[in-house]
Each structure stands twice: as structure tokens, then as C-alpha cells.
């Protein structure tokens, strides 16, 4: 019953931007460390960025400066504002949430994906 549900991907031009989205249902929201991630065809799934529930913060090299994350925990909501998309930053994004460590979480929760793709 445990549900994420990502909205807001699309088609940009470099140099764009678009804002994710991402609803949860089924869990106590403010305990989950709550991150998104993306995977691009051939390539492993990498950490985006990342929002504790106290509002802290951590983000990919790649995306430092030009991605924000954030989240609203009255509303079970978690967002990624993205600017200055580039064509490297193609791929489909996940919602995650989680409690635990990156590498051996206590409990892990996985959206269905949003594609971003940027192309002129």
C-alpha cells in the first residue's frame, strides 16, 4: 500500500527547467529520508539528491547549483526543482524514501519513474 507516485518529467531544451514532483502515500512521511534518483539507458542508478526530514540536504556533484530539493511534510511531498538542463542530465528519475543507510536500508520505497529528457 505503500505508494510514490512521480509527476513533472518531460521535454526541455538545454538550458531549461522542469520541476518533480513526487506524492507518498502508505508511510509515515516524516520519518523517511526521502532522495531522488535517475538512471540513464546503460548506466547504473545514481543519487540525485537527497532531503532529510529536517530539511538537510545532499546532492551529486553533477547537479550542485543548479538542483534543489526540497519537501513539504504536511503535504507528503518531495520536489526537485531542476535548472540548466543539459542533455547529460537525460534519464528517468525515482522517487525513493527511505530509513537507513544508503547501502543497507531498514526500509526502501521506489516510484514508478519520471523521464527528463533534454534535447534541442
Known amino acids: 500500500q505503500v505508494q510514490l507516485v512521480e509527476s513533472g518529467g518531460g521535454l526541455v531544451q538545454p538550458g531549461g527547467s522542469l520541476r518533480l514532483s513526487c506524492a507518498a502515500s502508505?508511510?509515515?512521511?516524516?520519518?523517511?529520508?526521502m532522495g531522488w534518483y535517475r538512471q540513464a539507458p546503460g548506466k547504473q542508478r545514481e543519487l540525485v539528491a537527497s532531503?532529510?526530514?529536517?530539511?538537510?540536504?545532499n546532492y551529486a556533484d553533477a547537479v550542485k547549483g543548479r538542483f534543489t530539493i526540497s519537501r513539504d511534510n504536511a503535504k507528503s511531498m518531495v520536489y526537485l526543482q531542476m535548472y540548466s538542463l543539459q542533455p547529460e542530465d537525460t534519464a528517468v528519475y525515482y522517487c525513493?524514501?527511505?530509513?537507513?543507510?544508503?547501502?543497507?536500508?531498514?526500509?526502501?520505497?521506489w516510484g514508478q519513474g519520471t523521464q527528463v529528457t533534454v534535447s534541442s
Open positions: 525513493n524514501a527511505a530509513i537507513g543507510t544508503i547501502t543497507r536500508p531498514a526500509r526502501d520505497y
Open positions: 502508505g508511510i509515515i512521511f516524516n520519518s523517511y529520508r
Open positions: 532531503i532529510f526530514s529536517g530539511g538537510g540536504t
